[in-house]
C-alpha cells in the first residue's frame, strides 16, 4: 500500500528554522516525483515545488523560490521542506504528494498534511 | 506561470443534481489536467487526470472532458459525501492549481 507520513504539527516563533517531513512506503521512493502543496487558513492550493528523489532534481515554482529549500534522503525514503527564517505568514497546512514518473503527471497519493503555526 | 480560473466559485446544490464545474486554462495544456476533491481538515484526493480518465476506486457519476484550454468536471446525481471543494490542476508545465469551487448543501 503506498502511503506518505507526514510529520507532525509544529508551533514556533517568527524567525526560526524548521524542517518538515514526508516519508514514503510502498512503491518506489526514487521513481516518483514528490511535490509539497501549501494551503494557508481558508484558502486554495499553492504549488510549492517538486524534487526527484532518484537524482534529487528539484524544480520549485516562482512564488517560492528562495523562500524555501525542498530535499530529499533517497537512502530513507524521505522528503523534506525547510525554512531558514519562518515569518507569520507561512502559518498554513503543507501537504506533500507523490507524482508518477514525469512532472506532466497526476498527484496520486497524499500525505496527511503538517500545519505549521508561527506566532511571537 | 499558467493561470487557472475556476467557475463558479461556489455551487449551491441539492441531492441529485447535476453539477458541472469549468477551469480554463491561460494558455493551451493540451489534456494535461487533472481534478482533486478535497473535504475539510483532510488532504486533497483525485478524482480524474487526463483531463477525463477516472482514477480507480472513483465513481462513474464524477465526468471529465475538455482539452486546450477548456475543461469540464461533471458530478451526474450529486450525492451527500460530494459536498466539498473541488481543485483543477494543469500539468502541461509547472503545475498549477485553480482557486477551488465550493459545492455546498442548497
Redesign the interface.
Known amino acids: 500500500e503506498v502511503q506518505l507520513v507526514q510529520s507532525g504539527a509544529e508551533v514556533k516563533k517568527p524567525g526560526e528554522s524548521l524542517k518538515i517531513s514526508c516519508k514514503g512506503s510502498g512503491y518506489s521512493f526514487t521513481s516518483y516525483w514528490i511535490?509539497w502543496?501549501r494551503q494557508m487558513p481558508g484558502k486554495?492550493?499553492?504549488?510549492m515545488g517538486?524534487i526527484y528523489p532518484g537524482d534529487s532534481d528539484t524544480?520549485y515554482?516562482?512564488s517560492f523560490q528562495g523562500q524555501v529549500t525542498i530535499s530529499a534522503d533517497k537512502s530513507i525514503s524521505t522528503a523534506y521542506l525547510q525554512w531558514s527564517r519562518l515569518k507569520a505568514s507561512d502559518t498554513a497546512m503543507y501537504?506533500c504528494?507523490r507524482l508518477g514518473a514525469t512532472?506532466?503527471?497526476?498527484?496520486?497519493y497524499?500525505?496527511?498534511?503538517t500545519l505549521v503555526t508561527v506566532s511571537s | 506561470?499558467i493561470q487557472m480560473t475556476q467557475s463558479p466559485s461556489t455551487l449551491s446544490a441539492s441531492v441529485g443534481d447535476r453539477v458541472t464545474i469549468t477551469c480554463r486554462a491561460s494558455q493551451s495544456i493540451s489534456n494535461?489536467l487533472?481534478w482533486?476533491q478535497?473535504k475539510p481538515g483532510k488532504?486533497?484526493?483525485?478524482l480524474i487526470?487526463?483531463a477525463s480518465s477516472l482514477?480507480s476506486g472513483v465513481p462513474s457519476r464524477f465526468s471529465g472532458s475538455g482539452s486546450g484550454t477548456e475543461f469540464t468536471l461533471t458530478i451526474s446525481s450529486l450525492q451527500p459525501d460530494d459536498f466539498a471543494t473541488y481543485?483543477c490542476?494543469q500539468?502541461?508545465s509547472?503545475?498549477?492549481?485553480?482557486?477551488?469551487t465550493k459545492v455546498e448543501i442548497k
Open positions: 511535490g502543496v486554495g492550493l499553492e504549488w517538486i524544480r515554482s516562482p501537504y504528494a512532472v506532466v503527471t497526476p498527484w496520486d497524499w500525505g496527511q498534511g | 506561470d494535461w487533472a482533486y478535497q488532504a486533497p484526493k483525485l487526470y487526463d482514477e481543485y490542476q500539468s502541461n509547472y503545475p498549477t492549481f485553480g482557486q477551488g
